[in-house]
C-alpha cells in the first residue's frame, strides 16, 4: 500500500530538548516537504527536499533542521524545541516531475512543547 | 513574502445549495493551484486542481475557476451534502514551482 509514515504521531516534550520526526514514503517520491498547521494560519511550508541531499527552506525554518540522505526518509529536527512550534506537523511527497501536483501528505504528528 | 488570502472563513449551507470559496494570491509567477479537502482530525487530501492555461476544471460536483488577471481562484461545490462538511484550503505555487503557499482555511458546515 502506497503511504508516507510519520513517527511519532503525538509528542509532549520540554523546552529544549532535542527531538526528531521521522517521516518515510514507500512509493520511490524525489519530492519530500514538511509543513505545519496552525489555526487561522493554514498550512505553512517549512523545508522540502528535491531529492537526496538536496533540501531547501519553506517559508517558516527558523528552528528547524532537516536531512535527506536516503530517498524514502525525511525526517525533521528541531534542536531546541520551544512553545512556539507546538503545532501539528505534516509530511507530504510527490514525484520529481509533479513536485506539487499529486502530494501524498502523511498522517500528522500533533507536538507540545511546554 | 508571497501570500494567499481565503475567504470566508467559515460558510454554513443547507444540504443541496451550492458552496463558493475565494482565494486571492499575491505571486503573478504563481501557476499551480491545487485545492485540499481536511476532514476532522485527518491529513489534508487534494479535492481538485487548476494549472494557469487552464480557466476552469470539473470534476463531478467540485469547479475550480482561475481568473490570472485578477490574481483569484474560486471553488465551486454544487449540491453540497453533510459529507462535504470539512476544512477547505486552496494554496499556489510560488517560486520556480517547488513551493506552496496556502490560504488560512475554509470550515464548510453543510446542514442536513
Known amino acids: 500500500e502506497a503511504q508516507v509514515t510519520q513517527n511519532p504521531r503525538y509528542l509532549i516534550t520540554v523546552t529544549g530538548k532535542k527531538l526528531t520526526v521521522t517521516c518515510s514514503q514507500n512509493m520511490n517520491h524525489e519530492y519530500m516537504s514538511w509543513y505545519r498547521q496552525d489555526p487561522g494560519l493554514g498550512l505553512r511550508q517549512i523545508y522540502y527536499?528535491?531529492?537526496?541531499?538536496?533540501?531547501d527552506k519553506g517559508d517558516v525554518p527558523e528552528g528547524y533542521k532537516v536531512s535527506r540522505k536516503e530517498k524514502r526518509n525525511f525526517p525533521l529536527i528541531l534542536e531546541s524545541p520551544s512553545p512556539n512550534q507546538t503545532s501539528l506537523y505534516f509530511c507530504a511527497s510527490s514525484p520529481r516531475d509533479r513536485p506539487l501536483y499529486e502530494q501524498y501528505f502523511g498522517p500528522g504528528t500533533r507536538l507540545t512543547v511546554t | 513574502g508571497e501570500n494567499v488570502e481565503q475567504h470566508p472563513s467559515t460558510l454554513s449551507v443547507q444540504e443541496g445549495d451550492s458552496a463558493v470559496i475565494k482565494c486571492t494570491y499575491s505571486?503573478?509567477?504563481?501557476?499551480?493551484f491545487p485545492w485540499y479537502k481536511q476532514e476532522l482530525g485527518k491529513r489534508p487530501q487534494l479535492i481538485i486542481d487548476?494549472?494557469?492555461?487552464?480557466g476552469e476544471k470539473k470534476d463531478q460536483r467540485i469547479a475550480v475557476t482561475l481568473n490570472k488577471t485578477a490574481k483569484h481562484f474560486s471553488l465551486h461545490i454544487t449540491e453540497t451534502q453533510p459529507e462535504d462538511s470539512a476544512v477547505y484550503f486552496c494554496?499556489?505555487?510560488?517560486?520556480?514551482?517547488?513551493?506552496?503557499?496556502f490560504g488560512a482555511g475554509t470550515i464548510l458546515r453543510v446542514k442536513s
Open positions: 527536499s528535491m531529492n537526496v541531499e538536496v533540501t
Open positions: 487548476i494549472r494557469s492555461n487552464v
Open positions: 505571486d503573478s509567477a504563481s501557476n499551480y
Open positions: 494554496a499556489a505555487s510560488i517560486g520556480y514551482g517547488n513551493k506552496l503557499v
